[in-house]
Nanobody, 119 residues
Framework: QVQLVESGGGLVQPGGSLRLSCVGSGNIFSILTMGWYRQAPGKQRELVASITSGGSANYADSMTGRCTISRDNAKNTVYLQMNSLKPEDTAVYYC?????????????WGQGTQVTVSS
């Protein structure tokens, strides 16, 4: 099992920046692909960015150029640096990983951290 704990959310003005952190438990963190998702009120959860164990990153079109995902395997931590934030970036941000077991894949989620972009 993997437990994920996010932090770093908060209230920020449009154009501001935030860095989210997600700390994972267990000794397999370094081999996991990690992702950041977000869910705004009344909307479906959507992928923001993901990063493989080797450090290859993938970004949603809406965030390309405005965020950077990174990881520190020694700290079991994945980060999401977000810049030039817009009001439409307001959402609960979740950390995620998926592990495939013999009987199928299982998604693990953190509890989420609220990001509010408002003046």
């Amino acid at each position: 099992q993997v437990q994920l704990v996010e932090s770093g959310g908060g209230l920020v003005q449009p154009g501001g920046s935030l860095r989210l952190s997600c700390v994972g438990s267990g000794n397999i963190f370094s081999i996991l692909t990690m992702g950041w998702y977000r869910q705004a009120p009344g909307k479906q959860r959507e992928l923001v960015a993901s990063i493989t164990s080797g450090g290859s990153a993938n970004y949603a079109d809406s965030m390309t150029g405005r965020c950077t995902i990174s990881r520190d395997n020694a700290k079991n931590t994945v980060y999401l640096q977000m810049n030039s934030l817009k009001p439409e970036d307001t959402a609960v941000y979740y950390c995620n990983t998926r592990i495939t077991y013999y009987n199928g894949p299982r998604d693990y989620w953190g509890q989420g951290t609220q990001v509010t972009v408002s003046s």
